[in-house]
């Protein structure tokens, strides 16, 4: 299957300062990329979907302004969450699907997860 | 996108099929049945998807009744890195994968 790649796994930061996490398609490209975040002993819950070249729509109850998304190019979407506080820790995970495919009826490869850590 | 409930855990010996089942009564004809399992402190995995008819592949087979209120994913040996949460979901086109509670499995020697 298609490969999608994050960075980094694993990142522990000082509260008010910002962390950017980097999801990479390897060997396809994305138009779209979804953003995801799971708390501990929880499903995961939607963020964001990411478009290449065009601003992300965030779903209802997630700030935009604390959690930005830029989608330059066809295999990099990168999520930067902003003046981080402790209840931003949380396991980050991006999706995508490929580019020939349709990004919403085909099926999703997820990256490895970036777990965030705020103290 | 129609809701699915499934079962929070189940328990199946190494070696023998696991059988998931997820409801998804009210789905619609154009929403596919998608499952995926997340393993530990990973990201989700896909491993099937479909529509009306039975799929098979290298990790599971999908069977789905003909109602397409209800399916079941078939682990045929399960082993014990099957142990994960598996999710059920309903997605139509143009929607996006949204992740319910899932299954626990645990597969036990």
């Known amino acids: 299957g298609a490969v999608v790649s994050q960075h980094p796994s694993r990142v522990i930061c000082k509260s008010g300062t910002s962390v950017k996490i980097e999801c990479r398609s390897l060997?396809?490209?994305?138009?779209?990329m979804f953003w995801y975040r799971q708390f501990p002993k929880q499903s995961l819950m939607l963020m964001a979907t990411?478009?290449?070249?065009?601003?992300?729509?965030?779903e209802q109850g997630v700030e935009k302004d604390k959690f930005l998304i830029n989608h330059a190019s066809l295999t990099l979407s990168t999520l930067t969450v902003t003046s981080a506080h402790p209840e931003d820790s949380s396991f980050y995970i991006c999706?995508?699907?490929?580019?020939?495919?349709?990004?919403?009826?085909?099926?999703?490869?997820f990256g490895e997860g970036s777990r965030l850590t705020v103290l | 996108d129609a809701k699915t409930t499934q079962p929070p855990s189940m328990d199946c010996a190494e070696g023998r099929a696991a059988n998931l089942p997820c409801n998804h009564s009210?789905?619609?004809?154009?929403?596919?049945v998608y499952w995926y399992r997340q393993i530990h402190s990973q990201g989700p995995q896909y491993i099937i998807h479909?529509?009306?008819n039975n799929e098979t592949n290298e990790m599971a087979s999908l069977i789905i009744t003909e109602d397409r209120k209800s399916s079941t994913l078939i682990l045929p040996h399960a082993t014990l890195r099957d142990t994960a949460v598996y999710y059920c979901?309903?997605?139509?086109?143009?929607?996006?994968?949204?992740f319910g509670a899932g299954t626990i499995l645990r597969v036990k020697s």
């Open positions: 999706s995508a699907s490929p580019f020939r495919l349709d990004p919403y009826t085909g099926e999703l490869f």
């Open positions: 060997d396809f490209q994305a138009t779209t």
């Open positions: 990411s478009n290449e070249g065009s601003k992300a729509t965030y």
């Open positions: 009210t789905i619609s004809g154009n929403e596919y």
């Open positions: 479909g529509l009306k």
């Open positions: 979901i309903a997605r139509g086109y143009g929607n996006k994968l949204v």
